[in-house]
């Protein structure tokens, strides 16, 4: 690539990266987007609750996605891993894996969040397939069937309500000794929610599609879906390492026109937000888009 300085480097071409580069392309912002090719829903077979594309294939909205931006001659993008940023006296200076070197004046991070998976067997090989996050993105393709969550105390009582909209037939699954409150024990068996306190050994699945839930007691619970909400980590140090917040989630602290507390970045997506889905990370990134292009005009002006 022969060029080497642009006004705006996207860090990270998922949805909410391509949103933000179509936004920046159509204000003819000279944009680089840097991506690895990684997302972390890969896995999952179809994605929901996105006007135009529901259902569709989560590989194929972002291949359509990259086509109708690379329309745009003003973006380009770059096959590789961003490892460093640098401040520099008139923006950013990044470094990716391969030890290219690019320059911009603005940054924007949108590099989601990496899932670290408990070490259940079969967990993995499920996971955004049958093993689901969100109820708003997948809860309608099994409503009414046999759903267990993984979850314990305060959220486990909080997450079985949430599920209950779509289910009746549903158990929590503890994975050890239950840290519900009494209250919370005897408000979710009132609602038919069985308590499982013993400890998971595996899930039996065919192509992810769980069949059963194996317990170290050799009990055996036949299900259709599991919510989990493993916890997370930044998919990108780099924006921690440059002396960007973060809450007390993980996620990326933002004001509401996605700045970052380091002048010149920004982020957008999963990143930043826990309500993690197509719609939501192509809306933060187009908002942020027109905000980079808003800072560069007063900039400039």
């Given amino acids: 690539m022969e060029q080497k ?3 705006v480097i996207i860090i990270g071409g998922s949805y909410s990266g391509l949103s933000a580069a179509m936004s920046l392309g159509r204000s003819l912002r000279q944009v680089l987007v840097i991506d690895s090719g990684l997302p ?3 896995q999952t077979p179809h994605s929901h609750n996105f006007i135009t594309q529901d259902g569709e294939k989560p590989a194929v909205i972002s291949a359509k996605a990259k086509l109708q931006v690379d329309i745009y001659k003003t973006v380009q993008f770059y096959n590789g891993l961003a490892v460093k940023v640098f401040k520099t006296e008139n923006g950013f200076e990044i ?4 030890g290219a070197i690019f320059s911009s004046r603005k940054v924007l991070f949108a590099t989601g969040v990496k899932d670290l998976l408990p070490e259940i067997e079969g967990f ?4 955004g397939i049958s093993v689901l996050h969100c109820p708003y993105c997948h809860g309608y393709e099994v409503k009414n069937e046999k759903t267990a969550i993984i ?10 309500k949430l599920i209950s909209n779509w289910t009746k037939d549903l158990r929590l699954c503890t994975n050890g000794k239950s840290e519900l409150t009494s209250e919370q024990t005897q408000t979710l068996k009132s609602h038919g929610v069985l308590i499982l306190e013993e400890e998971i050994e595996s899930f039996e699945h065919h192509e992810g599609y769980i069949k059963n839930i194996i317990f170290k007691n050799g009990e055996r619970v036949e299900v259709k879906a599991i919510y989990a909400r493993p916890p997370f980590e930044q998919h990108c140090p780099i924006p921690e390492i440059l002396g960007c917040d973060s809450n007390e989630q993980g996620l990326l602290k933002v004001d509401a026109m996605q700045k970052t507390n380091i002048p010149g970045v920004f982020a957008s997506g999963d990143c930043t937000t826990p309500m993690r889905s197509v719609a939501i990370a192509v809306s933060t990134g187009s908002f942020a888009g027109a905000v980079i292009n808003k800072e560069l005009i007063d900039e400039d002006f």
């Fill in 5 to 7: 300085h642009f006004e």
């Fill in 95 to 98: 470094e990716t894996e391969s």
């Fill in 124 to 127: 993995t090989s499920c996971w």
């Fill in 151 to 160: 979850a314990n105390g305060e959220m486990g009582f909080e997450y079985a």
């Fill in 40 to 42: 972390c829903n890969r």
